[in-house]
């Protein structure tokens, strides 16, 4: 059974940085797709970034609210998804959750979903 672990949200000051890991458990696991959701108090769940592994590399996609601040990627031999965040804002609070697609031989590509991890940037 897959499992999926966020770590690395906390506390910071506006402008700071933070560095979001999404880690996959089991043997065999291949990543086939990474995203990070975000929902704030009283808001929707939004997209924030996604990757798709390619045979040419992985491609990514970023929400505009975020494009130029956060960056998606991974570490194949960790399985682990990662969200660089640079210059957080107040409006950049919320829970962040990460999903996968995720392949292994015993149970084929599942849709997952981890618990999440809290992201508050204080002004």
């Known amino acids: 059974q897959v499992q999926l672990m966020e770590s690395g949200g906390g506390l910071v000051q506006a402008g700071e940085s933070l560095r979001l890991s999404c880690a996959a458990s089991?043997?065999?696991?291949?990543?086939?797709?990474g995203a990070w959701y975000r929902q704030a108090p009283g808001k929707q769940r939004e997209l924030v970034a996604s990757?798709?592994?390619?045979?040419?590399?992985?491609?990514?996609n970023i929400a505009d609210s975020v494009k130029g601040r956060f960056t998606i990627s991974r570490d194949n031999d960790a399985n682990t998804v990662f969200l660089q965040m640079n210059s957080l804002r107040p409006e950049d609070t919320g829970a962040y959750y990460c999903?996968?697609?995720?392949?292994?031989?015993?149970?084929?590509?599942?849709?997952?979903w981890g618990q999440g991890t809290q992201v508050t940037v204080s002004s």
């Open positions: 990757l798709v592994r390619r045979s040419t590399g992985d491609d990514t």
């Open positions: 089991g043997n065999g696991v291949i990543i086939n797709t």
């Open positions: 999903s996968g697609n995720i392949w292994t031989r015993t149970t084929g590509s599942k849709d997952y």
